[in-house]
């Protein structure tokens, strides 16, 4: 990993899980196991994962102009 902090893509790749599952577990939806939630918020600890803030910024901000 070159970059000084992890994407949730490095979280998946090193997991050996999707994108989609390192999304779900960050989210704490019911769907995924508390083990594997367990694993990726260790991961996601260990190399100081971040999440990028503003996309979620601008879908929240949609979903209240047109929603």
Not at 47 to 54: E, K, N, R, S, V
């Amino acid at each position: 990993m070159s970059r000084n902090k992890a994407s949730i893509s490095d979280l998946a790749r090193q997991l050996g899980v999707s994108v989609s599952t390192v999304s779900r577990a960050l989210s704490d939806k019911a769907s995924i196991s508390d083990a594997t939630k367990k694993k990726v918020w260790k991961l996601a600890k260990e190399l100081h994962y971040q999440p990028i803030i503003w996309p979620l910024d601008c879908a929240r901000a949609a979903a209240i102009c047109w929603g």
